[in-house]
């Protein structure tokens, strides 16, 4: 059982370059996010998804695009990489949007923008 | 609104110390409380879960204890291991969205 992964691990982006990160769960959870964490100030909730189809804007969603189109994948779009965009991006996985059940994490993408 | 507040890091403990985290939460409605450990390059990881008042979330020797008139959710274990030093993030759960404190460094030394 594979979880939620996330691909690739690690990047190296010059400014105002595009590139997507993967993130795949075969859990059959309808709710996915993605979060980013920087130092000092936890995890920040970029773009999260209730099924797929559905998409919605989180605390963090400028300079970032996601769609779903199907229940497993879930991948974030950078449109044109910034220096501020460096940081670890997680992208995580839960049952249903509501109720009791915790969220599943995959192991992160460090980006890193030049 | 809704939030949580950890106490601040770092934290550093001599194996076989015991172990406190303070956590507090603001939150409407009756959320699930959550705490997560993320050791160095991976993910987050559960380790303890409690969905109302009054229940013990327990795993690995960690405990936490909701308590709704307190609204705390410290996480506790009575004697650390090298191998527990890890940042540590409480976490709630109310309607559709999940809300992070900033984490906790806890290094071990032998």
């Known amino acids: 059982n594979a979880g939620v992964t996330q691909t690739p691990k690690f990047q190296v982006l010059k400014t105002g370059q595009s590139m997507t990160l993967q993130c795949a769960q075969d859990m059959n959870h309808e709710y996915m996010s993605w979060y980013r964490q920087d130092p000092g100030m936890g995890l920040r909730l970029i773009h999260y998804s209730v099924g797929a189809g559905i998409t919605d804007q989180g605390e963090v969603p400028n300079g970032y695009n996601v769609s779903r189109s199907t229940t497993e994948d879930f991948p974030l779009r950078l449109l044109s990489a910034a220096p501020s965009q460096t940081s670890v991006y997680f992208c995580a996985s839960r049952i249903t949007e509501f109720g009791n059940q915790p969220q599943h994490f995959g192991d992160g993408t460090r980006l890193s923008i030049l | 609104g809704n939030s949580v507040t950890q106490m601040e890091g770092p934290v550093t403990l001599s194996e076989e110390a015991f172990l406190t985290i303070n956590c507090t939460y603001t939150a409407t409605g009756y959320p699930s409380l959550f705490w997560y450990v993320q050791y160095p390059g991976e993910g987050l990881q559960l380790l303890l879960k409690a969905t109302k008042a009054d229940d013990k979330g327990s795993n690995k020797g960690f405990e936490a204890t909701y308590r709704k008139e307190t609204t705390s959710f410290h996480l506790e274990k009575g004697s650390v291991q090298v191998s527990d030093s890890a940042v540590y993030f409480c976490?709630?759960?109310?309607?559709?969205?999940?809300?992070f404190g900033t984490g906790t460094s806890l290094t071990v030394i032998p």
């Open positions: 976490a709630l759960s109310t309607g559709n969205q999940f809300y």
